[in-house]
Every structure is written in C-alpha cells, then in structure tokens.
C-alpha cells in the first residue's frame, strides 16, 4: 500500500497531459532547425579545486536578449565556510611570502589573461557588452594586475614609519596584513571589479574569498582558470558565485575572518554587515559610487585598507645621552 500511494503522489506531481519543463524551448528550437546548446557548468573555485556547490544547487542566468548563459554554481553558507578554512590554512605561507614573489606571481596572473584575452572578450559580449567595451575591461583588468603587482615591495616604504621617541629605542611602525579577507565583489561588472577588489588585498599578503556578480558570473570562474595556472597556492584566492543576499551575512559573523569588503551601494546590507562584524571586531571597508575602469580604482591605499600597523621598539645604546665633557 505504501508502494502505491508513492506513486499515486508521482503522479499527481507529474500531468501526463502537460509539457516537462523546457520541452517547448526544445520543439521551438527543433522547428527552427537549430541545435541545442549545451550550456557550460562554471563551478566553485575553493582550495585550488574546482568543486560544485555541496547544496546542489545552480541557477541560469539570462543575458538581456534572454539567452540563457550557463549553468552557475549556487553557493552555500557551508562553501563558505570550506573556503574559509582553505584561505586560513594558506594565508601563513603566503604573508611569509617576499614582497618580490608575490609581485612575480600576480604578474603572471596578467601573462595568462593576456593569453586568454580572446575568450574574456567572448564571455563579456555574451554578457551584454559590446566588443569595444569587452575589449577595454579585458586589457584593464591585466594592467591592473601589473599596477598592483609593482606595489608588492613599495607600499612597505610608503605606508612604514621610523617615529621619534624620547629614549634609548628605535621605533618602527610596519604594514602587516590581516589575514582572512571575505569580499563581496561589484555586481554591475563582469571581471575588472573582481580583479579590483582581489589584486590589493592578496598584493598585501592577505589570502581572500570572493563572491562574483551573480547576474555576471562567466569570467569569475574563467579567472579561477587563470589562476590556477599562475602559481597562486592553494586557498590563497577563492571565488564563489551565487547570490549576495544568501551569503553577506555569513561573510560579517565568520569568526575567522578577519576583514570584509563590501562593494556596492545598498545601506541595509553595509549597516547590518557592520553590526556583525562587531563580533569579532573586524574591520569593515565600503565601497560604493566607485568606477572600476577609472584610474582612481587603483591606489596603494586599497591594500593599505586590508593591513594592520605593528610598532616594535628595539633598545639601543644611548651613545650621545652622557654627561661626558671637556
């Protein structure tokens, strides 16, 4: 009986007399005489792996033509928390990194998107830019790759301080970085904005996770590709793709991270995403009314917001402070 009563509720479910879902988009195409495209799956960038969301889950985003564009990853709150523990386990190996190696690897970033230029362009148009504009986002995103790669072993000088003090000590205040950095990347653009808000934060020797445009998310992942082939160690990036109102709130309670970025201009999510962040006293950084393709996109004083300032005193002999005289 009860065999029978599963059935009788499939079913039910399931009219005989109605279409399956997307079998009027297959006639369509069939009498058209076109083939079915099947549609890329982008996955999760987690630990250096290309995993799928542990939920399942997937969504379809639609270009303004109403073309579907991919099978996308719908990230969880627990693949966040994984690419928590990968960023975590990696970020000591690489803050111990020279300012030097991570400027040769981030340069590299942009040797392999310059390689790959051709299919970020192609993956922009799909995206509803046109060539022109693709192009120009795509040479941005290596050059600024490049800029940032060049402040590796400069901002140390800049943002570095010998104080003067009244005894017999030299006192130096040094840039460190933070640690863990969860960033909620810019939803209106495809690839500069996320390589905007990553490249500042691992050039100052933090590790980060990233959540993607969710209505854009076509050259994350195809960024995940490029870093992957760049010597990035594991965990040191990680990028997720999904939707922001799923996973901001996750992103400021994590007890291990250490700081947040949030880009974008909506006030409920930056006040509440300040108010949780409070937990564990992380430092909190807005990005709002910003144009990625700028040139005041790019500053030092990005990876200076993603660094901690450690002073160390260090005694000396006080060989001017005698009373020695003539």
């Given at each position: 009986?009860?065999?029978?009563?599963?059935?009788?509720?499939?079913?039910?479910?399931?009219?005989?007399?109605?279409?399956?879902?997307?079998?009027?988009?297959?006639?369509?195409?069939?009498?058209?005489?076109?083939?079915?495209?099947?549609?890329?799956?982008?996955?999760?960038?987690?630990?250096?792996?290309?995993?799928?969301?542990?939920?399942?889950?997937?969504?379809?985003?639609?270009?303004?033509?109403?073309?579907?564009?991919?099978?996308?990853?719908?990230?969880?709150?627990?693949?966040?928390?994984?690419?928590?523990?990968?960023?975590?386990?990696?970020?000591?190996?690489?803050?111990?990194?020279?300012?030097?190696?991570?400027?040769?690897?981030?340069?590299?970033?942009?040797?392999?998107?310059?390689?790959?230029?051709?299919?970020?362009?192609?993956?922009?148009?799909?995206?509803?830019?046109?060539?022109?504009?693709?192009?120009?986002?795509?040479?941005?995103?290596?050059?600024?790759?490049?800029?940032?790669?060049?402040?590796?072993?400069?901002?140390?000088?800049?943002?570095?301080?010998?104080?003067?003090?009244?005894?017999?000590?030299?006192?130096?205040?040094?840039?460190?970085?933070?640690?863990?950095?969860?960033?909620?990347?810019?939803?209106?653009?495809?690839?500069?904005?996320?390589?905007?808000?990553?490249?500042?934060?691992?050039?100052?020797?933090?590790?980060?996770?990233?959540?993607?445009?969710?209505?854009?998310?076509?050259?994350?992942?195809?960024?995940?590709?490029?870093?992957?082939?760049?010597?990035?160690?594991?965990?040191?990036?990680?990028?997720?793709?999904?939707?922001?109102?799923?996973?901001?709130?996750?992103?400021?309670?994590?007890?291990?991270?250490?700081?947040?970025?949030?880009?974008?201009?909506?006030?409920?999510?930056q006040q509440e995403m300040q108010q949780k962040a409070a937990s564990n006293v992380k430092r909190v950084s807005i990005y709002q009314g910003i144009n990625w393709s700028a040139e005041k996109a790019q500053s030092p004083y990005y990876i200076l917001n993603t660094q901690e300032i450690k002073t160390t005193w260090h005694p000396i002999e006080n060989i001017g402070g005698g009373s020695a005289g003539y």
């Amino acid at each position: 009986m009860a065999s029978t009563g599963t059935v009788n509720k499939t079913k039910a479910a399931i009219d005989p007399g109605q279409a399956p879902p997307g079998a009027n988009v297959v006639q369509k195409n069939k009498k058209a005489g076109k083939r079915i495209e099947v549609l890329k799956t982008y996955k999760l960038y987690i630990g250096g792996e290309f995993p799928r969301s542990e939920s399942g889950r997937y969504y379809v985003p639609v270009n303004s033509k109403g073309e579907q564009l991919a099978n996308v990853s719908l990230s969880s709150r627990k693949d966040f928390r994984d690419a928590v523990v990968s960023a975590r386990n990696a970020f000591r190996s690489w803050s111990l990194k020279t300012a030097f190696n991570r400027a040769q690897i981030l340069y590299r970033m942009a040797e392999m998107l310059e390689g790959r230029k051709a299919q970020f362009i192609e993956e922009l148009m799909r995206e509803d830019a046109s060539r022109a504009q693709a192009q120009k986002e795509v040479v941005l995103s290596i050059d600024r790759l490049i800029y940032y790669s060049g402040w590796c072993d400069k901002y140390q000088q800049i943002f570095g301080t010998a104080n003067p003090v009244a005894s017999s000590h030299f006192n130096f205040s040094v840039p460190e970085p933070m640690g863990v950095v969860a960033i909620v990347a810019p939803q209106e653009s495809s690839l500069i904005g996320l390589v905007s808000a990553i490249a500042p934060v691992v050039a100052g020797g933090n590790t980060c996770i990233a959540l993607a445009a969710e209505s854009k998310p076509l050259c994350s992942i195809t960024f995940a590709e490029v870093i992957n082939s760049s010597d990035v160690p594991r965990g040191v990036i990680n990028i997720l793709t999904g939707k922001v109102s799923e996973l901001y709130s996750s992103f400021a309670s994590h007890m291990d991270v250490n700081a947040v970025i949030f880009c974008g201009d909506d006030e409920l999510i930056q006040q509440e995403m300040q108010q949780k962040a409070a937990s564990n006293v992380k430092r909190v950084s807005i990005y709002q009314g910003i144009n990625w393709s700028a040139e005041k996109a790019q500053s030092p004083y990005y990876i200076l917001n993603t660094q901690e300032i450690k002073t160390t005193w260090h005694p000396i002999e006080n060989i001017g402070g005698g009373s020695a005289g003539y």
